[in-house]
C-alpha cells in the first residue's frame, strides 16, 4: 500500500513538471547539451536552436523526430544486442517526455530570467574527439563546379612525422564544403614504393562522428608517412570550395599502448540486387582470423539504406564430433531505423565491447528500401546495384577492432564471466 501511494505521489508530481515544462527552464538546457551544437549558424543542421524565437516554429517537428528517437541522431536499437556505449548522446526517457509535453502546451517561452547562460562555441566545436592534438589538412580548396556527375579528388599530404605515434581517437571532417562531401577517406602510406595504395585510416560520411578506441589499444602511425585523402563529391547546384582535416587525440609517449586497434570493411556485398519499387536484403560475412575485441559497429549505406544487423556466429566447440549441433549465434548490434545523412559509429562500452573468439564469423545483413516510401531515394523506378556513385549503393560494416593471443582472450573471458 505504501509503495502504491508513493508511486502515484511519484506520477503525479512527475505530470505536474511536464505540464509546466518552459522553454527557458527545461527545454533550453537539453537543448544545449544535446542538440546546438548542429543546430546553430554555420552547422551542419538547417535550423539553428539557440534561442526561443528560433525553436518555437519548429516545435511539433521537434516533438516527432525526438519521439521516435531520430534526434540527436543515435540510431542503434535499443532492444537487441548490446545497448551500452560511450559518448552516448541520445536523450533519456524523461527528457523526451518534457519536450513532448511543453509541445503538447503550446511550447510555452517561460521567464526569461529562467534562461541559462548561452553556450559559447568555437571552430573545435566541430571535433567529437574535442580538441584534437594535431591536425592535418589539405593545403588547399578544391573547387567543385556547381554542376555535373559526381567527382572524385586524391591528393597526398606530408605530414612530417618525424617519430612513431600512437593516437587513441581520429575524426575527419569538411573544414568547408559538408553540403557536397559524399565521402572522404583518408590512407596511411608507409612506403610509397611497396605500397602506394596504403592502408586506411579513417573516413567522414555524412553526419560521421569519429574513431574512438578503447583504453589501451591505439592507432599505430610511423614515422615518414603520409596521408592520402579521397574525395567523394556530388555537386549540389553552387560552386563550392572543399577543404578536409584529419584531427589526432595523440597518445603521451610514456604510455605505449598495449594493442594496435584499426578499422576495416566488413560484411561487403559486391552483386547487389536491389529492385525497383521494393526493400531487398543482403547478406555478407567476415572471419576473425584471431580472438579480437570489438570497439565500434558503424554501417554504410548510400541513399537508400534501411537497417543493418551484425551477428556473430560462433565456432563449432566441438568440431569433430559426428552430432556438432546447430551453429550459436548473437546479434550484436542493429540498426533498425538507419536514417540517411547520418553516418554514425557507435562506441561500444569498453566493459560491452563483443568479446570474440578466433574463427567467429561476423554475419552482416542489410535492408535498402527502393520504394517511394524512402524519402531520400533518387529515383524509385530505377533498379539498383552496387556502385561508387551517389545514386549506386553499397552494403557493408565498418568496424573497429583489436587482436587478442589466446591466453589473453580466456583472461578477458574468465573476467566477463
Not at 10 to 30: C, E, G, L, W
Not at 269 to 291: E, W
Amino acid at each position: 500500500m505504501f509503495v502504491s501511494r508513493l508511486l502515484l505521489v511519484y506520477s503525479a508530481t512527475a505530470v505536474a513538471v511536464f505540464a509546466q515544462a518552459t522553454f527557458t527552464k527545461d527545454i533550453a538546457p537539453i537543448f544545449e547539451r544535446a542538440c546546438q551544437n548542429c543546430h546553430r549558424e554555420g552547422s551542419i543542421a538547417p535550423m539553428s536552436l539557440l534561442t526561443y524565437k528560433e525553436t518555437r516554429p519548429w516545435a511539433r517537428s521537434i516533438k516527432e523526430k525526438v519521439v521516435r528517437r531520430q534526434m540527436p541522431p543515435w540510431h542503434i536499437d535499443r532492444n537487441v544486442g548490446v545497448n551500452k556505449f560511450k559518448d552516448d548522446p541520445s536523450l533519456s526517457d524523461v527528457e523526451i517526455a518534457t519536450i513532448s509535453k511543453w509541445v503538447d502546451a503550446g511550447a510555452p517561452e517561460g521567464n526569461v530570467a529562467d534562461m541559462p547562460a548561452p553556450r559559447q562555441f568555437s571552430d573545435l566545436d566541430k571535433w567529437h574527439i574535442g580538441k584534437p592534438d594535431l591536425i592535418v589538412t589539405m593545403p588547399k580548396p578544391y573547387k567543385l563546379k556547381a554542376n555535373g556527375q559526381d567527382e572524385y579528388y586524391d591528393i597526398d599530404v606530408d605530414p612530417g612525422f618525424k617519430e612513431d605515434m600512437y593516437v587513441s581517437a581520429i575524426e575527419t571532417k569538411p573544414d568547408s564544403g559538408f553540403k557536397v562531401v559524399h565521402h572522404a577517406d583518408t590512407n596511411l602510406i608507409e612506403d610509397p614504393e611497396d605500397d602506394p595504395i596504403g592502408l586506411f585510416l579513417n573516413e567522414y560520411a555524412v553526419g560521421k562522428n569519429a574513431d574512438i578506441f578503447p583504453a589501451d589499444s591505439g592507432r599505430l602511425i610511423k614515422a615518414g608517412s603520409k596521408l592520402h585523402f579521397n574525395l567523394h563529391l556530388h555537386p549540389n547546384g553552387e560552386e563550392t570550395p572543399v577543404q578536409v582535416s584529419v584531427g589526432f587525440k595523440v597518445i603521451p609517449k610514456d604510455q605505449t599502448p598495449h594493442h594496435v586497434a584499426f578499422t576495416q570493411h566488413m560484411g561487403d556485398v559486391a552483386d547487389l540486387d536491389i529492385p525497383a519499387g521494393q526493400t531487398a536484403r543482403s547478406d555478407g560475412y567476415f572471419r576473425l582470423p584471431k580472438a579480437a575485441v570489438l570497439s565500434a559497429f558503424q554501417p554504410h549505406f548510400h541513399t537508400r539504406g534501411k537497417a543493418m544487423c551484425m551477428e556473430a556466429i560462433y565456432p563449432d566447440i566441438r568440431p569433430d564430433s559426428a552430432r556438432p549441433g546447430p551453429a550459436r549465434t548473437e546479434t550484436l548490434s542493429c540498426v533498425s531505423d538507419y536514417q540517411f545523412g547520418w553516418s554514425i559509429s557507435y562506441p561500444y562500452a569498453e566493459d560491452a565491447a563483443p568479446l570474440l573468439p578466433a574463427g567467429t564469423i561476423i554475419h552482416v545483413t542489410t535492408w535498402h528500401d527502393n520504394s517511394d516510401n524512402n524519402k531520400h531515394n533518387p529515383n524509385p523506378k530505377n533498379w539498383v546495384g552496387y556502385g561508387q556513385r551517389t545514386i549506386d549503393e553499397m552494403s557493408f560494416a565498418w568496424v573497429s577492432l583489436f587482436y587478442l593471443d589466446e591466453p589473453e582472450y580466456q583472461q578477458r573471458l574468465q573476467a566477463r564471466k
